[in-house]
């Protein structure tokens, strides 16, 4: 798959296939390529954790305040993203320029696991409905968590949905000199 058909296949999945275990390879393979994700001066200002089995069940009712992310309790993997500090240069340049690297980084890693994920025939969605203060116990964290990633198979017949998007020229302008 190259990589305009991992950006057509990948969809927020809302429908898990609860008793379809992720392969440890593939997992891996979905690891490998976040280490790989680019972040501001190679800091990687970010820890991913690994829940399965009863923390991921612990994990997704930690999403699901008020009624949201149900599906969640069907992932058999949940990827919590939590926070960590900025490596000194990415520290000053983000004092100076007033620009939050840390959560460029990690969308940028949320990418890299979602694209990859949808190589490997896995489904995700990223969630930032979630009670940082259970996450971070339940993980043994000392830092925010700012995302987590469902990861699975859709349960079969699972549809992908029409993409909705902007139009390019509502997103993209050229500017020549």
Aim: with cysteine; net charge positive; glycine share 6%.
């Amino acid at each position: 798959m190259n990589f305009t058909e991992i950006a057509e296949q990948r969809q927020s999945c809302r429908s898990y296939d609860s008793a379809r275990a992720v392969e440890g390879e593939k997992l891996d393979a979905i690891l490998a390529a976040a280490r790989l994700a680019p972040s501001a001066c190679n800091g990687q200002p970010y820890h991913i954790t690994v829940c399965k089995g009863e923390s991921a069940k612990q994990a997704a009712k930690a999403t699901q305040g008020m009624g949201m992310n149900k599906f969640a309790a069907d992932a058999p993997v949940l990827l919590v993203i939590s926070e960590k500090p900025y490596v000194a240069t990415a520290a000053l340049g983000a004092k100076v320029k007033g620009n939050d690297y840390r959560s460029i980084d990690i969308g940028i890693l949320a990418a890299y696991i979602t694209a990859e994920a949808t190589a490997q025939g896995l489904s995700t969605c990223i969630l930032g409905w979630l009670d940082d203060k259970k996450l971070r116990e339940l993980c043994h964290l000392d830092a925010p968590v700012r995302l987590v990633i469902t990861l699975g198979y859709a349960k079969e017949g699972d549809p992908l949905r029409t993409k909705k998007r902007k139009a390019l020229a509502e997103l993209v302008d050229v500017i020549e000199n």
